[in-house]
C-alpha cells in the first residue's frame, strides 16, 4: 500500500523558516515525481511546487518562487519542502502527492498534510 | 499561468440527482484535465484523469468529458457519499499546475 506521511509542520513567527518533510512507502520512490500542494484554512487547493523523479526537473508557484525550495532524498524515500522567509499567508494544510503514473501530471495518492500556521 | 474556473462554486442537489460541475481554462489544455473529490477533514482523492478516464476504484456514475477550454465532471446519480467538494486540475503545463476554486456539493 502506498502512504505518504507528511511531518515538519507547527506554529512559526512571520520571516522565519521551516522544513516539511514528507516519508514515502509501498512504492518505487525514485520512479515517480512528487509535489507539495497547499490548502490554506477553508479555501481551496493550491499547487505549491513538484519535483521529477531525478530532481532535474522543478517547479514552483509563483507566490512561493524564490522563498521554497523542494527536494528529494531518494535513498532515504523522502520528499522535503524548505520554506523561507514565512509570510501569514503561507498559513496551511500542506499536502505531500505523488503522480498517479510516470509522467503523469495528477496525483494519486496524497498524503494526510501537515498544518502550517505562520503567526506572530 | 493557466487560470482554471469552475461553475458553479456551490451547488443543492437531492440523493438521484444528475449534476454536472463545469470547468473552464484560460487557455486551451488539450485534454490535460483532471477531478478531485475532498471532503471534510480528508486529502483529495482522484476521480478523473485526462478529461475522461475514470480512475481505478471510482464509480462509473462518475464521467468526465471535454477538450480544449471547456470540461464537465457528470455525476449521473448522487450518492449519499457524493456530498463533498470538487476541484479540477490542469497537467498541460508541466511543472506549473493549477486547480479550479471548487465547487462545494450540498445536500438540498
Known amino acids: 500500500e502506498v502512504q505518504l506521511v507528511e511531518s515538519g509542520g507547527g506554529l512559526v513567527q512571520p520571516g522565519r523558516s521551516l522544513r516539511l518533510s514528507c516519508a514515502a512507502s509501498?512504492?518505487?520512490?525514485?520512479?515517480?515525481?512528487m509535489h507539495w500542494v497547499r490548502q490554506a484554512p477553508g479555501k481551496g487547493l493550491e499547487w505549491v511546487s513538484g519535483?521529477?523523479?531525478?530532481?532535474?526537473?522543478?517547479g514552483y508557484a509563483d507566490s512561493v518562487k524564490g522563498r521554497f525550495t523542494i527536494s528529494r532524498d531518494n535513498a532515504k524515500n523522502s520528499l522535503y519542502l524548505q520554506m523561507n522567509s514565512l509570510r501569514a499567508e503561507d498559513t496551511a494544510l500542506y499536502y505531500c502527492?505523488?503522480?498517479?503514473?510516470?509522467?503523469?501530471?495528477?496525483?494519486?495518492?496524497w498524503g494526510q498534510g501537515t498544518l502550517v500556521t505562520v503567526s506572530s | 499561468d493557466i487560470q482554471m474556473t469552475q461553475s458553479p462554486s456551490s451547488l443543492s442537489a437531492s440523493v438521484g440527482d444528475r449534476v454536472t460541475i463545469t470547468c473552464r481554462a484560460s487557455q486551451s489544455i488539450s485534454s490535460y484535465l483532471n477531478w478531485y473529490q475532498q471532503k471534510p477533514g480528508k486529502a483529495p482523492k482522484l476521480l478523473i484523469y485526462a478529461a475522461s478516464s475514470l480512475q481505478s476504484g471510482v464509480p462509473s456514475r462518475f464521467s468526465g468529458s471535454g477538450s480544449g477550454t471547456d470540461f464537465t465532471l457528470t455525476i449521473s446519480s448522487l450518492q449519499p457519499e457524493d456530498f463533498a467538494t470538487y476541484y479540477c486540475q490542469q497537467s498541460y503545463s508541466t511543472l506549473g499546475y493549477t486547480f479550479g476554486q471548487g465547487t462545494k456539493l450540498e445536500i438540498k
Open positions: 509501498g512504492f518505487t520512490f525514485d520512479d515517480y515525481a
Open positions: 519535483i521529477s523523479w531525478n530532481s532535474g526537473s522543478i
Open positions: 502527492a505523488k503522480e498517479a503514473t510516470i509522467s503523469a501530471g495528477w496525483f494519486d495518492p
